[in-house]
């Protein structure tokens, strides 16, 4: 029995990962949109194929991912790698990082601070539009 993949709940969960608010994707899908739409939207297991294109346009996903992603099988990946021999059992002096620590945080700290822009210019685009 193929289980079915709950496509209001993706919504949410991608919307949440991106740190985006209902209000904020309401805003990114039109006037037709508000807070509480976007509630009811997450909670419907099937999209129309025509609002996920312009959802997944929004969150700046491809729709597949919206389709195809199982929480479930995420977590029996996760829960399946790490085992003894894992860098999460791993002790601080056996690990290698293949990648500079500083150069990922700057990396994090530059999207964050890109998006932070993003929200302060989609609230004066408001504030301009309620003058």
């Known amino acids: ?9 993706n919504v949410k969960r991608f919307r949440e990962m991106l740190g985006m608010k209902q ?11 508000n807070q509480k739409k976007i509630s009811l939207l997450e909670a419907k297991e099937t999209i129309d194929a025509p609002l996920l294109q312009q959802i997944s346009a929004a969150l700046k996903i491809p729709v597949e991912a919206i389709q195809n992603f199982d929480e479930e099988q995420a977590v029996n990946i996760i ?8 860098i999460a059992n791993a002790t601080a002096e056996n690990i290698q990082c293949t990648f500079n620590p500083l150069d990922k945080v ?3 700290f530059e999207r964050l601070l890109a ?9 004066k685009e408001i504030l301009e539009k309620m003058k």
């Open 23 to 33: 209000e904020t994707l309401a805003y990114e899908l039109g006037d037709d949109w």
């Open 106 to 108: 700057m990396e994090l």
């Open 79 to 86: 829960a399946n790698t790490f085992n003894e021999g894992s």
């Open 115 to 123: 998006s932070e822009r993003e929200k302060v210019e989609l609230m």
């Open 1 to 9: 029995m193929e289980k079915k993949i709950h496509e209001g709940r």
